[in-house]
């Protein structure tokens, strides 16, 4: 019995259908992108644009204070929350799907209970653990005093050694559900019989997670890691509600869009918007350039394992 085809839609008729998205992104994504673009080769006068300046502006975040300092400082913190949910949130999501894959009882509930998280504001996440650190009234110094680790509390937030980090495990506390789901259903599509005839030819379980398993994941981990690498770029919510608009302390938390908001709102400088547009431009090729360069390399390895 012949299964019956589906006829393709019309090109035109397929087109409209993309309008809407095309539309929007459009919109809310082109439309802003060349903004930005057109702003960072003017000189402003508060919102009033002044001459046309080429290059300049960008010249003056690399060169000038306070932004020649702050801008790599920025840029650092952003690469230490990406290597930071590349070790944390990344490996411990996969670790969390793995096991949940081998164990089919609860599996749906602990994948909602790690995926809750997730789906709060990450503004709302961020001032809970605030509050949670507290040095005065925060339960997790309570805890530790209690329990005779008076020496280990501190406050986390408001020492320069601690606050990125807190930032980091902050930050892999709420988004491990999303490499957990990507990853369980990864796990959940690969073909049991690879696995089954390791199995038979004597390969342990470990064994058959590094041989097997893992390089059948090359795929969908490159696509992880270059959407965590976009989001820890992008990072903007749970830096600002643990360390403000500033950074602190002493800009310890500072990342790039913390300073593109400073600079474009708080700076008062009368040329703020064609220096945040700058701030705004740099930013994006970073996180064009960067992505290219790893969804190339992802995709040299998986045609090496295949």
């Known amino acids: 019995m012949s299964r019956r085809r589906t006829a393709a839609l019309p090109k035109p008729v397929a087109l409209l ?89 609860l599996r749906r509930l602990f994948q909602v209970l790690y995926t809750m998280p997730y789906l709060v504001s990450p503004l709302v996440v961020g001032y809970l653990w605030s509050l949670l650190l ?37 930050t892999a506390w709420q988004w491990v559900g999303f490499p957990l789901l990507v990853y369980g259903a990864a796990l959940g599509a690969l073909d049991p019989t690879l696995e089954e005839a390791a199995m038979l030819d004597g390969a342990s379980s470990r064994q058959r997670f590094w041989h097997v398993t893992l390089p059948l994941l090359t795929p969908v981990i490159g696509t992880v890691s270059v959407l965590t690498f976009i989001f820890s770029m992008e990072a903007f919510p749970i830096p600002y509600a643990l360390g403000g608009s500033s ?45 290219v360069l790893f969804t190339r390399w992802f995709r040299s390895v998986e045609r090496r394992l295949t």
Do not use: C, K
């Open 134 to 170: 507290s040095p005065l009234f925060g339960p997790v110094n309570a805890a530790l005093r209690a329990v005779g680790l008076e020496a280990v509390a501190q406050p986390w937030l408001g020492d320069p050694d601690t606050a990125l980090w807190v930032v980091v495990l902050v």
């Open 17 to 105: 259908f993309l309008l809407p998205a095309a539309a929007l992104f459009a919109v809310f994504v082109l439309y802003p992108m060349a903004t930005a673009l057109t702003y960072s080769l003017f000189s402003w006068r508060g919102t009033a644009q002044d001459a046309f300046v080429g290059l300049d502006n960008f010249v003056a975040l690399f060169t000038t204070e306070p932004y020649a300092t702050q801008l790599p400082r920025a840029f650092g913190h952003n690469a230490l929350l990406f290597a930071g949910a590349m070790v944390v949130q990344n490996s411990v999501g996969l670790l969390l799907a793995y096991v949940l894959h081998r164990r089919g009882r």
């Open 247 to 291: 950074g602190s302390p002493a800009g310890a938390t500072d990342v790039m869009s913390l300073l593109f908001y400073r600079t474009a709102f708080h700076s008062g400088a009368s040329n703020a918007i064609g220096i945040s547009s700058a701030v705004a431009i740099v930013l994006f090729l970073v996180i064009v350039v960067i992505s």
